[in-house]
T-cell receptor, first 113, second 110 residues
């Protein structure tokens, strides 16, 4: 039973399209995150939610909009996709923010063509 | 100054070797420290937490030096399966998220 699951695993789309990535965790954690890993493999935090409330919103274009309908789900919607958005997006969760370890989903490999 | 800095490597070692990775962090108030492992095209996975007194898990030993804001990972008797990228992780200033270093790549050969 997967602890943090995100879909889809692969996403290939054209520039200008809008797409969503879904994430669910069944660990009962309070905190969920979106990280972006670029071609240089740097894993950078984008957003952090605690009990459905936005805690961290790093310098991310406002074309990226996270939504947390409940504390077990954190989805990421991206508008007007650009070539530079191509990356692997990881969802993660932790029990207590940055004080406890995070568990990651398998990642969504987004390719914008 | 970057929040978490690591030597990217790659470290190329033969099986059986001992290898050490180092990491420095900028936030002196950080309280949580971890080493994660990431295999190619996979998600990062927790390797071990790092405690103030240092801790060991089999062939892996982690050390923390708060005064120098320095974390280390020692791998003894390297196996082929240890080949991966090792990520140093520290909590952010607010304690609300984990900040990852860029990782150190290890390649163990026979």
């Amino acid at each position: 039973d997967t602890a943090v699951s995100q879909t889809p695993k692969y996403l290939v789309t054209q520039m200008g399209n809008d797409k969503s990535i879904k994430c669910e965790q069944n660990l009962g954690h309070d905190t969920m995150y979106w990280y972006k890993q670029d071609s240089k493999k740097f894993l950078k935090i984008m957003f952090s939610y605690n009990n459905k409330e936005l805690i961290i919103n790093e310098t991310v274009p406002n074309r990226f909009s996270p939504k947390s309908p409940d504390k077990a789900h954190l989805n990421l919607h991206i508008n007007s996709l650009e070539l530079g958005d191509s990356a692997v997006y990881f969802c993660a969760s932790s029990q207590e923010g940055g004080l406890t370890e995070a568990f990651f989903g398998q990642g969504t490999r987004l390719t914008v063509v | 100054r970057k929040e978490v800095e690591q030597d990217p490597g790659p470290f190329n070692v033969p099986e059986g070797a001992t290898v050490a990775f180092n990491c420095t962090y900028s936030n002196s108030a950080s309280q949580s420290f971890f080493w994660y492992r990431q295999d190619c095209r996979k998600e990062p996975k927790l390797l071990m937490s790092v405690y103030s007194s240092g801790n060991e898990d089999g062939r892996f030993t982690a050390q923390l030096n708060r005064a120098s804001q320095y974390i280390s990972l020692l791998i003894r008797d390297s196996k082929l399966s240890d080949s991966a990228t090792y990520l140093c992780v520290v909590n952010d200033q607010a304690g609300t998220a984990l900040i990852f270093g860029k990782g150190t790549t290890l390649s163990v050969s026979s």
